[in-house]
């Protein structure tokens, strides 16, 4: 019957939660009711329901700087019709810290089209931040050392034109360097090595 299927429903998406690192939520919002998942408890250094489980507990712990952000992309989901949205937010954590988080939630609406609840889930985004900040670091890093090199380098692509110099001559500019074939600017006696290095 219908009751089972939609409680053998629930049960999966209760498995497939519990089997995820994200922190997932639950809003009815005709019964104003809300659920946060322990995972979202742990997220964020509290006990399961440490704060009051209210609306406006996720306002209150958005990060200033987002705050009018988020709620105007979730007020505006709700009124337009949408079943979903995504969106990246900061979180205030117990210890004062504020936690990257990547929110996605699911909107359920009745026949007329009105939402009646909103589920989702908060994905920890800190170890992608830190390792996109470490690749920023290592890639600045490895561009200071190309363009302050002492020796000309360059990359061609399968035509053998010129891609990326790090410094131009004092006859040429980069401008008139980049796009054109490399054996314009390499002396005619290292054509032949660099052809075959180049098939290589």
Known sequence: NIEYSLEKSEERLRLVLAGTNDGWWDWDLIENKLFYSPRWWAMFGYLDNEIELTPSLYPNIVHPEDKERVEKAFAESLANGTTSYEIECRLLDKKGK???????????????????????????????????????????????????????????????????????????????????SLYLFVDLKYHDTIREAHRN
């Open 98 to 180: 504020y936690v990257p988080i990547l929110s996605r939630g699911y909107i359920l609406r009745n026949s007329d089209n009105v939402p009646i609840r909103v589920s989702g889930s908060d994905m920890d985004l800190t170890e992608r931040k830190r390792a996109d900040e470490q690749l920023k670091q290592s890639e600045e890093k490895y561009r200071s050392l190309i363009e302050n090199s002492p020796e000309i380098i360059l990359i061609a692509d399968q035509e053998e034109n010129i891609q990326f110099i790090n410094f131009a001559s004092g006859k040429y500019h980069q401008s008139e360097i980049i796009g054109n």
